[in-house]
């Protein structure tokens, strides 16, 4: 199996994602948020709501525009249809359930037919209820190639191309020692 090199706009999320959910001393570098300007104005939030819904509590400026409208509370899941919309779904799922990040590749298309690649980063946020299923998902939405290309024009429909579900957890093997009285 290859492994995937994601954007490092991604690298950097899974980074501080990573520093924010270990212990506080494991710091490691510090990063400030105006050293990554365009990975701010990409960011969004999406929460789960009673009616099972994941709505977009914030979304960056950046992301408003390429979407082409104000995102507060439109429901994620509305940007994706039949099978993509259930896989992606399914994704949100496993990242909730996992309490692990989730990575998805997609084309993403405007009413004209020009299409540009797309990564979209799923992750979750510390619950303060600890509640047993996770209800905030922190989300990055990055266009793999330059926005030029889309003319100001905003993406209308998305198409999943690859889905990378959160990483299980690995248990070292463990020596089991079995006796016979044979």
Not at 156 to 181: E, F, G, M
Request: hydrophobic fraction near 35%; charged fraction near 25%; proline fraction near 8%.
């Amino acid at each position: 199996m290859t492994t995937m090199t994601h954007h490092p706009n991604t690298e950097t999320l899974l980074s501080a994602w990573a520093r924010m959910n270990e212990t506080p001393e494991a710091s490691g570098g510090v990063e400030k948020a105006s050293d990554h300007p365009d990975l701010l104005e990409c960011l969004f939030v999406i929460q789960r709501s009673d009616e099972g819904r994941w709505l977009f509590r914030n979304a960056g400026d950046q992301l408003n525009k390429l979407l082409g409208r104000d995102l507060g509370q439109h429901d994620c899941l509305d940007f994706w249809t039949g099978h993509d919309r259930r896989m992606v779904e399914s994704l949100i799922d496993s990242v909730r359930e996992s309490r692990k990040p989730g990575i998805l590749h997609a084309t993403g298309e405007t009413l004209t037919g020009t299409s540009v690649n797309i990564e979209l980063t799923f992750a979750p946020l510390p619950n303060p209820q600890k509640a047993a299923n996770q209800s905030r998902l922190l989300g990055l939405y990055q266009v793999l190639q330059p926005q030029l290309i889309l003319k100001g024009r905003p993406v209308w429909r998305h198409r999943v191309t690859a889905i990378y579900p959160p990483k299980p957890d690995r248990q070292p093997p463990q020596v089991r020692l079995v006796a016979s009285n044979d």
